[in-house]
């Protein structure tokens, strides 16, 4: 396996793997270095200094490649081949907080539930390429500033979606799409978002759910490395600019078995199944718990308001994008059914969040959990008790943790999340992220209270 390592003619090997937040770690070696031991006994590293993995007593941590995995980095100047990790306690098990276990994890319970073999997903994630980015967060000091020649040339809420040279990111775009291509990644389309200030949205074809959390971490790499090429800042944060749309990763879904679609009924509501429908009641009872992990930022709820195109009602219907579950329409071809779920955002691990939102709908199937009367309405004009009646996503990441904490049994089973993994995850995020933010002055605070 080593000599076809070396086959690629690089002259670097760079081991990769995902943090508990989800950002790509990693460290290189000389591919002269390489030997067969790797595969079988793991490469060492610190632990207890990757977020949300170990304590400092318990430091000790081994990566095994995969080398199904391997792609020559273009990124980089000196000849580079990289690879895919997962991660091992030093008995060479898999460890329990490894976000990329995990995903392989729920993959097995699935086969195992005998429910479906296997799960295609196909997140639309979106993302804004800005001209630069500062930013400060000190004791006498905090500030943000953006910019974009798209201020000029596009307003609020009016991205969907011009030519040039209204559009100024085309180029960007189509070299990120060539780039993808070269790796593997299927694109089906790119195109504007909504937002001004380069608001860009990449869609990706269907995948299994390893396969395709290791695409969308490889689709941020690709991104943010030719934005900065060409001297800009790719920011993937859901909500950066007040007033205007932040940006979601609406994730399509569906299961299979033995090679038919299970959310396929021609004769149901929009065409999808009994089974589809129970997957999205099981999403929509732990939703609350579920936006702890796909919607997993301080900033996610200043996306996840009304009025802003935010998917925030837990209803689902055909073709209407104001509810939480979309039943996209466009096609009658039975292998297309799927359910769009849309209150995610990019800033989620895609290894927890595509395992937790699985989990989620076989309970859902399992249970028959019924999501009540789809509703073929604009939900953001509601009113009265027509709209009183209809749940929404919790408003902050507190209120999701909370729910996490007391909801999580579904994530349990097959052992694919543990308490260690959930707990260590939410302590995480109040400690390192809710009480950062909880405790800082606001620049907007200085803005409202200056004066009293």
Not at 29 to 46: N, Q, R, V, Y
Not at 164 to 175: K, L, Y
Not at 204 to 231: E, R
Not at 337 to 342: S, T
Request: proline share 5%; net charge negative; charged share 30%.
């Amino acid at each position: 396996m080593i000599n076809l390592l070396k086959s690629y003619k690089a002259e670097e090997a760079d081991f990769k793997f995902t943090d508990v937040i989800g950002t790509w770690q990693h460290f290189s070696m000389p591919i002269s270095a390489l030997d067969d031991k790797i595969l079988t006994e793991g490469i060492g590293f610190d632990g207890s200094s990757i977020k949300g993995f170990k304590s400092i007593e318990e430091s000790d941590t081994l990566l095994i490649p995969d080398l199904s995995t391997a792609f020559i980095d273009k990124f980089c100047s000196i000849p580079t081949l990289s690879i895919i990790c997962d991660v091992y306690d030093t008995d060479l098990t898999p460890y329990s907080r490894d976000p990329r276990g995990i995903a392989k994890r729920a993959e097995k319970y699935l086969k195992d539930s005998g429910i479906a073999d296997v799960s295609y997903w196909g997140p639309e994630a979106e993302f804004f390429i800005l001209d630069s980015l500062e930013f400060s967060s000190h004791p006498t000091e905090s500030y943000f500033k953006i910019c974009s020649d798209e201020f000029k040339t596009i307003r609020n809420k009016e991205g969907y979606f011009p030519v040039s040279p209204s559009d100024t990111q085309q180029d960007i775009r189509a070299e990120m799409v060539k780039e993808m291509k070269n790796l593997g990644i299927e694109v089906e389309r790119h195109h504007h978002e909504v937002a001004t200030a380069g608001q860009a949205e990449i869609d990706i074809k269907y995948n299994s759910l390893v396969k395709q959390a290791d695409n969308m971490m490889l689709y941020k790499y690709i991104v943010k490395n030719t934005a900065k090429k060409h001297g800009k800042v790719a920011v993937f944060m859901p909500k950066p600019l007040f007033g205007d749309n932040g940006s979601g990763m609406h994730v399509h879904q569906s299961l299979w078995k033995e090679g038919k679609n299970l959310f396929h009924d021609e004769s149901g509501y929009g065409g999808i199944s009994k089974e589809a429908i129970w997957y999205i009641g099981g999403l929509f009872k732990h939703a609350d718990a579920l936006m702890a992990i796909c919607a997993p930022t301080t900033n996610s709820y200043k996306r996840l308001v009304p009025g802003y195109e935010a998917p925030v009602n837990l209803v689902y219907s055909k073709s209407n994008r104001s509810a939480a579950v979309r039943i996209p329409m466009y096609s009658k071809d039975p292998k297309t059914k799927r359910i769009e779920f849309r209150p995610p955002d990019p800033s989620c691990n895609p290894y927890l969040a595509f395992a937790a939102l699985l989990m989620a709908g076989l309970d859902g199937i399992e249970n028959k959990i019924e999501p009540g009367e789809a509703v073929d309405k604009d939900i953001f004009e509601l009113e009265g008790e027509e709209k009183s009646k209809i749940k929404s996503v919790p408003g902050s990441l507190e209120e999701s943790l909370k729910a996490l904490e007391e909801d999580h049994g579904f994530l349990l089973k097959g052992n694919v999340f543990n308490e260690d993994s959930i707990k260590s995850y939410i302590n995480y995020k109040r400690k390192k992220e809710i009480d950062y933010v909880r405790m800082r002055p606001n620049p907007a605070e200085f803005y409202l209270y200056n004066d009293v």
